[in-house]
């Protein structure tokens, strides 16, 4: 009888919702379908889609370019006072997603809510939406769960678009960018679900397969190298996290989180007779040591080929390749100037060594791409954390 159970819960088909940097809805689009879910609707920054228990699982552990995958509760219309907000939520059935030992915290957004002339207080529609869920499980059990803010077991987002009310539970806990491996970094690293998105956009996950070298020669604390080498190796990006925010939902199923884990699992392929040729460099030791180190924390050491050299003294392993890398860019106009330069003989080096090769390059400041000096074959405008950024792939013939 519990295993009939279990099947039936199992098969039940969730909406969800994934987060994305800006820029990256329709890569995340692909991996999603790539998955075998049921795509919904493309949003700038996210993709509704329908799946069961399994994909839910499937999309927390191998979505790259996500940054959080949420389960959409309930969608109530017509919400424009937050009396109404409080009724809404509060006739969710609650216990049905999670019991009343867990802890929780509440979470608000609002978007083009045009009859409304000023933006409303977020934090106040939140602890409205907090004391109806609070409110909901002292009718029932003369008591509140608890709110933690810092680590609850439960995340409730609630999203306010044109006065529709959308209910989400975060499945992701932690951001999704927060794989496990980095034990240290360096200054201003790119994020992995954006690093993971500049490979799927210049073609790494195809690339890869047929075994074309991948470089990248400005590799820092080693990010977009470790991405390529978990494309390659058709590693989970997901796979060292120790938990997610699906923990103390009730729907959960840790045996079947755990067959479904295996299996992502067994098909992960390191052998490398079987893969292209990776490689990383910087002209600093101290980011060569860290990348190193951060390779090692996730078991790929010896898929990749690091060395300290500046970029101006590389020389292509290979007659075709792909480079994907995130030079330094300043923030400040003096730094800006500064790294003038250092762009100008990205594009040199390019030009005069890197024939044959697709080199991709993500940079917020346009000075600099002007002094790269070189006519993109197509271009990106991505976010990169709060700058505004582009990134533009150059063949090289």
Sequence with gaps: MTKTIIRKKAEVLYRFFAICPGGLDEVLKNELEVLGAKVLEVYSGGVEFEGNLEMAYRTCLCLRSASRVLYMIQEAKQIFQPEELYDAVRSVDWLKIFAPTATFAVYFTETNNKSRRDPINTQFWALKA?????????????????????????????????????????????????????????????????????????????????????????????????????????????????????????DHQSGLFDRVKEALISKIDKNPANLPLMLGSDQSADAINITRQNLKNCGLQDVVKLQVLPFEFTKPATPIGLMVTNPPYGVRMNEVEALKATYQKIGSTLKHEYKGWRCGVITSEETLFHAIALKPSKKWKLHNGSLESEFRIFDMF
């Design 130 to 250: 907090k004391d109806a869920i609070a409110d909901y499980f002292m009718d029932r059990f003369g008591e509140r769960p608890n709110v933690d803010r810092q680590t609850p077991d439960i995340s409730i987002k609630l999203h306010l678009h044109n006065h529709i009310l959308k209910i989400y539970l975060d499945l992701s806990g932690r951001s999704l960018h927060e794989r496990g491996y980095r034990s240290q970094t360096l200054d201003a690293p790119i994020k992995e679900n954006l690093a993971a998105g500049l490979l799927l956009l210049s073609g790494w996950d195809k690339k890869c397969r047929e075994k074309v070298t991948f470089q990248d020669p400005f590799c820092g604390s080693g990010t977009i190298l470790i991405e390529a080498a978990m494309i390659a190796t058709n590693t989970p990006p997901s796979l060292y996290r120790k938990e997610f925010g699906f923990s103390a939902w009730r």
